[in-house]
Every structure is written in C-alpha cells, then in structure tokens.
C-alpha cells in the first residue's frame, strides 16, 4: 500500500508532513492515515475549498486566486508553502483541480490537476489532466501526490 511505504520513508528520513486539499476533499489526509502510526509524521490535513480558506487559512494571495484561478501552479504553489508555514512541517503538499463532471472550460478542462510540493527551500508543482469520473479523477489525484512526496524525498540524500 502507498501509504505504508510512505510513512516508512517519512519515518526513516524524520520528515514531517502537513497537507491542504481542495478538490480531493480530504482523501489524500485519508491515504496518509490508513497507515498505522501515521501519527508520528503527519501534522494536519486541512479542505480549504473555498477561496475565502484559502486565503485566510493558508494566506493563498487574493490576487493570486483573481489572475489565475482556484486551479493554477501559482494557487499550488501559495497552498503547499502556507500548509508548511502553518503547521511547521518539514513538507506542505498541495491538490487543487477540476474533477467534474462540469466546470471545465476549454483552457481549464474537466480532470485538470495541480500538485504542490513544498520541501526544504524547494518547490515543486506537476500538472496534468487525469481522466475518468468525478471519482476516478479525486481518487488518481490522490494516489498521484502521495507519489510525488515519494519520488521527491525518496531521490533526497
């Protein structure tokens, strides 16, 4: 399970773990706990849905949210550093896109995802546009960030 090996890696390396999540409404904080002792690495997983939490939760940039969008690398970006920021930990993760099955536009299509990385003094953002239901879409995001962490501090030394 990918939630396993992450926390034996998170363990094994003392990294700590905070997450903000938009459109996966809490199934990546859900992945990360079904590990046992998940506790030990990960601080906080917080849905700021809105832009208002956004804003005042994470300090997600109002003029950041009106130029670019909820769903933008630079929204990512602000939502990984403020996860970090507020919780202390070592690494803020961030999802935000569109999983449908409407509010895609041509520009910014259905299944449209950002993940944010924030680790050390580094930031890292992937986008892509995963297909399938409004399920299938949450669900890969899902799966996809907690990768990412593993690629990220799996290649740390």
């Known amino acids: ?13 003392n990294i700590t773990l905070a997450v903000a999540e938009s459109f996966t409404g809490g199934l990546v904080s859900s992945m990360i706990t079904d590990a046992p002792g998940s506790s030990e690495y990960f601080l906080v997983g917080l849905v700021t849905y809105s832009y208002e939490s956004k804003t005042s939760l994470l300090g997600v940039k109002e003029s950041t949210l009106i130029k670019h969008g909820a769903v933008s ?3 990512a970006r602000e939502m990984a550093i403020g996860v ?13 896109g569109i999983a449908g099955p409407s509010g895609g536009m041509k520009e910014k299509p ?17 986008k892509m546009i995963l297909p399938g239901t409004r399920e299938e879409i949450r669900r890969a995001a899902a799966i996809h960030a907690l990768d990412m962490i593993l690629r990220v501090i799996g290649s740390d030394k």
Not at 1 to 13: P, V, Y
């Open 1 to 13: 399970m990918i939630s396993e090996k992450l926390g034996k890696l998170l363990r094994a390396k």
């Open 73 to 75: 690398e630079e929204v």
């Open 110 to 126: 259905v299944g449209l995802t950002y993940i944010g990385l924030a680790y050390r003094d580094e930031m890292f953002v992937e």
């Open 84 to 96: 970090k920021e507020l919780s202390s930990a070592d690494l803020g993760l961030s999802t935000t």
